[in-house]
């Protein structure tokens, strides 16, 4: 079993353990109006992450649960357009309740970020108060991918289908996606190349929106991923290090100098 296939057999453990919370949910339904994701990807918009750890890195927020309001109006604050939430609790240290927690307070739209391969987390997401959910094509044979992106479709939420290469590419395609992510990092090996994008963004049809994510850390990356077509980029680490530190002059910076703000 790779990492991938082991982090996606635990959340399916850890989901089972919090099943029942499902029924909860479901009895009070959803509260919150769908807040199209797809919508907020406009040439070229910045996707924060809300990532307290990873399984590579360690610890990034020492406390989630009490900086998560800090965390998520400096967020609005530097202009992103839509959050993602990492919602799987043993590698990321991530919560399902984050989502709720922010809708609380934050119109922007959210993905629920984790390893689905069930229905059930889908409904997980869509009660919770997310806009849009994850779907990981290298953990979902075809078929599985095709009914829980209906699944999902049926509910009225986005789905980001991440993709890492051709192969994986070519099964997306024939679904007729409306965003496309590409990740960066290969999830198997956790090495990242931006390149990645620059390659299979090129054999992706224009009406498709496509998101670049991981690894993107500076103005200059964002420019570039910008100017071949890219609608947004999702960024995790660095977005929580500039959070970080509010007074330093990079946070300022980021967003300032790249050609980000021109092109909305
Ligand atoms: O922190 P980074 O390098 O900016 O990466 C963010 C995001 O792309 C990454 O967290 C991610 C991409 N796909 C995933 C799937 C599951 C968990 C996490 C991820």
Same mark, same amino acid.
């Given at each position: ?5 082991? @982090?996606?057999k +635990?959340?399916?453990?850890?989901f089972n #353990?919090r $099943?029942?919370?499902?029924?909860v949910?479901k009895?009070y339904g +959803?509260?919150?109006?769908?807040v199209?994701?797809s919508? =907020?990807?406009?040439?070229?918009? @910045?996707?924060g992450?809300f990532? !307290?750890a990873? %399984? ?12 998560i $309001?800090n965390f998520?109006d400096?967020?609005e604050?530097?202009g992103?357009k839509?959050?993602?939430?990492l919602?799987n609790? +043993?590698?990321?240290?991530?919560? /399902? ?5 922010i809708?609380?307070?934050?119109n922007l739209p959210i993905?629920?970020?984790?390893f @689905?391969?069930?229905?059930? #987390?889908?409904?997980?997401a869509f &009660?919770l108060g =997310?806009?849009?959910? &994850?779907l ?5 044979k075809?078929k $599985?991918?095709?009914?829980l992106?209906?699944?999902a ?10 993709i890492?290469d051709?192969?994986e590419l070519?099964v997306?395609?024939?679904?007729? !996606?409306k965003?496309?992510?590409i990740?960066? +990092?290969n999830?198997?090996?956790?090495e990242?190349d931006?390149n990645?994008?620059f $390659?299979?963004s090129?054999?992706? /049809?224009?009406e498709?929106?496509i998101?670049?994510e991981s ?6 990356e @964002?420019d570039?991923l910008?100017?071949c077509?890219?609608s ?7 977005m929580v290090?500039?959070?970080?530190? %509010?007074?330093d002059l990079?946070l300022k910076?980021f967003?300032?100098n790249?050609?980000?703000q021109?092109?909305?």
């Amino acid at each position: 079993m790779n990492i991938l296939e082991e @982090i996606s057999k +635990r959340e399916t453990e850890e989901f089972n #353990q919090r $099943r029942e919370f499902l029924n909860v949910f479901k009895k009070y339904g +959803r509260i919150y109006p769908i807040v199209s994701f797809s919508d =907020a990807l406009k040439p070229i918009s @910045i996707i924060g992450e809300f990532k !307290p750890a990873s %399984p590579v890195k360690g610890i990034f927020i020492k406390n989630p649960k009490k900086e998560i $309001r800090n965390f998520i109006d400096i967020y609005e604050k530097i202009g992103c357009k839509a959050i993602s939430v990492l919602t799987n609790k +043993r590698d990321f240290n991530g919560d /399902p309740l984050y989502i709720s927690y922010i809708k609380a307070f934050c119109n922007l739209p959210i993905l629920y970020k984790n390893f @689905i391969l069930l229905e059930d #987390q889908i409904e997980e997401a869509f &009660l919770l108060g =997310a806009d849009c959910v &994850l779907l990981i094509a290298s953990i979902l044979k075809p078929k $599985r991918l095709k009914s829980l992106y209906a699944f999902a479709n049926n509910l009225g939420l986005d789905s980001l289908i991440e993709i890492h290469d051709e192969e994986e590419l070519n099964v997306v395609l024939e679904l007729k !996606p409306k965003i496309i992510g590409i990740n960066n +990092r290969n999830l198997k090996t956790f090495e990242v190349d931006i390149n990645n994008t620059f $390659r299979l963004s090129k054999n992706i /049809p224009g009406e498709i929106k496509i998101v670049s994510e991981s690894g993107i850390k500076s103005s200059e990356e @964002i420019d570039k991923l910008f100017n071949c077509g890219i609608s947004g980029v999702l960024i995790g680490e660095a977005m929580v290090k500039l959070a970080n530190k %509010p007074g330093d002059l990079k946070l300022k910076n980021f967003l300032k100098n790249s050609n980000v703000q021109n092109a909305c």
